[in-house]
């Protein structure tokens, strides 16, 4: 990695002789500061897939979270192309037939167009967009001068891209109805609908249903190769191909409903070899498990189950061990033996037509991490507490991880904390995928290669109707005095804690009106008295407690809404908050008083200071990370070099997603961690500082 030792440039020291101690200043050049990514490529729903027409090396891949990906080797490695981009849930991605440097993305927050093979992106429109974070197919099809563009709740567009003066022209006619995929065939558009097939001809849309099952109407999947066949996929019916002659649609699959004896049936991704109608892929729906793969050769008629999926030897240890929830199969335009498949944690590259498939992985950081360790200090392991994989252990500065998750529950780790005592005794928190009635909390003795359930259940209390409280476990401190006394904070149910490592826990919530607890590092325990604690909650402000969680007072009335919290570790008076429309608040006396402090820029509504960090070694150096509610795109990092009085913006190409952590530590060189929300973690580099 590209060395950063210009991102801290001692422009200025002032050397005072006092009792022999020298004072220096150190100013942080703010605009040289890069981050790259830390190693782990993770796993998420990956959503849709675009091959180059012209060169079949160049393959573009979507993502729910984190944008697009682009690989220029055929898939062996790829990067991410943010650049102007907010919307982050992809529906669909189209490849200009005749100008491939063009390249269309259908987002949940607009549409995008760049014209510079996907490096940059330009917003064409922010009502044109795809909502539902479930797309069918592909909606965004050209024919002739026009591209069509189908959404979940307008109807289907016209864009014409081929004059100076683009024009986007809204097509009548299925405004209310959500449209799962468009295809071209034999020069007339269709669109796949939640209410059957239509046919756009002389300027109206017809409806196609003939020969489907009138109480089988959801179209979830349409492909055609324009001039031979089209198919289309009903979700529980299955397969049907066009009729040209007698206008109607012949199902193709009841064989294949046999294959689901005693299972729910349902279907989704389709794919038709564009050089051969007869040879069709068809997947199982992502909500049904297990996830199948079917291939035929006659069209249709009789189906063989794809079971040859292998995972590169290479990639990082995941718990899906084979394919997932599939999302969308893609011919190679230039080589129909080559083709690719995305489901809900990994990317598929078949060579041989679709009969074995190999795992892509490098470069793929799709997925969402919450914490970052690395212990002990100045070691080459780090551990990330990521959704969805759990915990994930580096013993090689990143090069290579391990899930470290024997013995836990599958969900979203969300913390993981270590004893100061016994190095060897870790506390992990989980939120499990599907059982809400514990707080999941494991405890390890041998440094995560196996744990010890000591999760406790959740109240019995009803949680407030807030669209902001959610019940989900937090935070997690040990106190730095005894690893048996443990803390875990909830967004809905309070504080709990334990004084003897788990075997009992007991609620701490007297006095704390809001346990609406949210934030990285919203439960704080003070560095030098471990019965000061700081809890930061979602309408009450920050709260304090002095008797080790026995009582709760509110010391922040004038800021109700605070998230992550950090204190000065050289002088622990200092408390910084984050709160809404990008501000930090400050107390310097342990949180009597309180000042405001702004971020730079404008302050929407619905963006907020999240993650809040100060280096250990100079507390003049204070970097914080944003989010924005409701999947609208954040605004990045700030940097402070003097104490967090102001503020500059690191502008990044990455998509400006959530950042949930950032966490400062040193592996060689002092590293800043920051933790995505969709786009893994990445690091940058920062020199030693002395602090003399």
């Known amino acids: 990695m590209k060395k950063l030792i210009d991102c801290l440039i001692i422009s200025c020291f002032v050397l005072i002789f006092s009792a022999s101690v020298v004072s220096e200043t150190v100013c942080f050049d703010v605009n040289k500061f890069e981050i790259t990514p830390a190693g782990y490529g993770g796993g998420g729903r990956f959503t849709s897939i675009a091959v180059d027409p012209k060169d079949p090396q160049i393959v573009f891949i979507g993502s ?58 330009d917003k064409k429109s922010s009502s044109l967009k795809y909502s539902s974070r479930f797309c069918g197919s592909h909606v965004l099809v050209f024919s002739k001068k026009y591209l069509w563009v189908g959404t979940d709740s307008n109807g289907v567009f016209q ?64 492909n055609s190769n324009q001039k031979d066949r089209m198919y289309i996929v009903e979700k529980t019916a299955g397969l049907y191909v066009w009729d040209d002659k007698q206008k109607q649609w012949d199902r193709r699959s ?40 079917f291939m035929s050769t006659n069209g249709g008629t009789s189906w063989r189950m794809v079971t040859d999926f292998s995972l590169a030897h290479n990639a990082t240890d995941n718990w ?91 969900g979203h780790a969300q913390e993981r904390e270590i004893s100061q005592q016994h190095p060897l005794k870790m506390y992990l928190l989980i939120n499990s995928w599907l059982k809400k009635d514990k707080i999941y909390i494991y405890k390890t003795l041998n440094g995560g290669e196996t744990w010890e359930d000591i999760s406790f259940p959740v109240p019995e209390q009803r949680l407030p109707q807030l669209g902001y409280v959610n019940g989900f476990a937090t935070n997690l401190k040990i106190d730095f005095t005894t690893d048996d006394t443990v803390y875990v904070a909830t967004n809905g149910y309070g504080i709990f804690k334990t004084t003897d490592g788990g075997t009992s826990w ?3 919530n007297h006095g704390l009106v809001t346990p609406y607890i949210k934030g990285p590092d919203a439960l704080l325990i003070h560095p030098r008295n471990p019965h000061i604690l700081f809890a930061s909650t979602l309408q009450g402000g920050v709260y304090k407690t002095v008797d080790s969680g026995e009582t709760w007072m509110p010391v ?33 006396d342990e949180g009597v008083t309180w000042k405001e402090i702004k971020l730079p820029g404008a302050a929407p509504p619905f963006i907020a200071a999240n993650a809040i960090a100060i280096h250990p070694d100079n507390p003049q150096l204070v ?29 990044f190409a990455v998509p400006r997603v959530n950042i949930n952590k950032i966490a400062i530590h040193k592996i060689n060189e002092m590293m800043v961690f920051i933790c995505f929300n969709g786009i893994g973690v990445y690091q940058g580099e920062i020199k030693e500082v002395s602090n003399n």
């Open 320 to 410: 899906a061990k084979t394919i997932n929830a599939i999302e969308e199969i893609t011919f190679s335009p230039r080589n129909p033996q080559q083709i690719y498949m995305t489901d809900w944690w990994n990317v598929w590259k078949s060579m041989d037509g679709g009969h074995t498939w190999l795992q892509l992985h490098n470069g793929l950081q799709n997925t969402v991490v919450n914490d970052v360790k690395v212990y002990p200090e100045g070691s080459r392991n780090i551990f990330l507490s990521v959704s969805d994989n759990g915990l994930m252990v580096s013993a090689n500065a990143g090069k290579d991880w391990k899930r470290k998750m024997s013995g836990v529950i599958d």
């Open 64 to 121: 729910d979270v984190a944008g697009i990906f682009k690989s220029t080797d055929g898939g062996n490695t790829f990067n991410l192309k943010g650049r102007g981009l907010e919307g982050f849930a992809v529906a669909d991605i189209a490849i200009h037939p005749t100008f491939s440097e063009q390249v269309i993305l259908l987002t949940d927050e607009g549409l995008y167009i760049s014209d510079d093979h996907g490096e940059s992106w």
């Open 159 to 222: 864009i014409t891209l081929d004059t100076p003066t683009s024009s986007i022209v809204p097509v009548p006619g299925l405004g209310k109805v959500k449209v799962n995929g468009l295809a071209l065939h034999r020069g007339d558009i269709y669109a796949a609908t939640s209410n059957g097939i239509f046919s756009y001809e002389k300027g109206a849309w017809l409806a196609r249903n003939q020969g489907l099952n009138p109480e089988q109407h959801e179209i979830v999947d349409i």
């Open 506 to 508: 007991k609620a701490i």
């Open 254 to 293: 009841p064989e294949l409903l046999q294959t689901l004896i005693n299972r729910p049936k349902a279907y989704k991704a389709l794919a038709v070899n564009p050089d051969n109608a007869d040879i069709l892929f068809l997947a199982t729906d992502p909500v049904i498990w297990p996830h199948y793969l």
């Open 623 to 651: 970097f914080v990370g944003t989010l924005a509610y409701n999947y609208k795109a954040a605004d990045g990092l700030y940097i402070s070099t003097d104490g967090g009085q102001t503020f500059k913006h690191v502008p």
């Open 556 to 588: 922040s009335r004038n800021y109700p809404f605070t998230f992550g919290m950090a204190i000065d570790p050289s002088n622990p008076s200092r408390i910084f908050a984050c709160a809404p429309e990008k501000k930090i608040v400050l107390s310097e």
